[in-house]
Nanobody, 121 residues
C-alpha cells in the first residue's frame, strides 16, 4: 500500500484547508491511519488519527476543536479538515498507517510524500 497526501497550500491565519490521503490499496478495518506534521529540523509530530473500522478519532491537544479527521472507506481516502489555522500549523503534513492506535511516529508505516501547508500571519 502506498499513501499520497495532497491538498496543502498557502493560507492566511484563520483560514481553512482540507488535506487528502489517498491509498493505492485497500485499508483494512483493523488499521489506524494518522496525520503527522514535520517542520525543518524537527521530528514528525502527531496531529490526528482515525480508526479505520469504526471511525474513532484522536487529536493532538494543539489541534483539538480546529481539525477534524475523517475517512471514506469506499475510496480508501482519509481527510484532514483544518480550520482556524495558525502560523504554528505550518509544516509538511504526512499520512501513514499503523496496526493499532499510537501517537508515536515510529509505530507508523507506509509513509508517503507529504504536502506542505504554510500559514501566513
Amino acid at each position: 500500500v502506498q499513501l499520497q497526501a495532497s491538498g496543502g497550500g498557502l493560507v492566511q491565519a484563520g483560514g481553512s484547508l482540507r488535506l487528502s490521503c489517498a491509498s493505492s490499496g485497500r485499508i483494512f478495518s483493523s488499521a489506524v491511519m494518522g496525520w503527522f506534521r514535520q517542520t525543518p529540523g524537527q521530528e514528525r509530530s502527531f496531529v490526528a488519527a482515525i480508526r479505520w473500522g469504526w471511525g474513532g478519532t484522536y487529536y493532538a491537544d494543539s489541534v483539538k476543536g480546529r481539525f477534524t479527521v475523517s475517512r471514506d472507506t469506499a475510496t480508501n481516502t482519509m481527510y484532514l479538515h483544518m480550520s482556524g489555522l495558525k502560523p504554528d500549523d505550518t509544516g509538511n503534513y504526512f499520512c501513514a498507517r499503523a496496526t493499532g492506535l499510537s501517537y508515536d511516529r515510529r509505530d507508523y508505516n507506509n509513509w508517503g510524500q507529504g504536502t506542505l501547508v504554510t500559514v501566513s500571519s
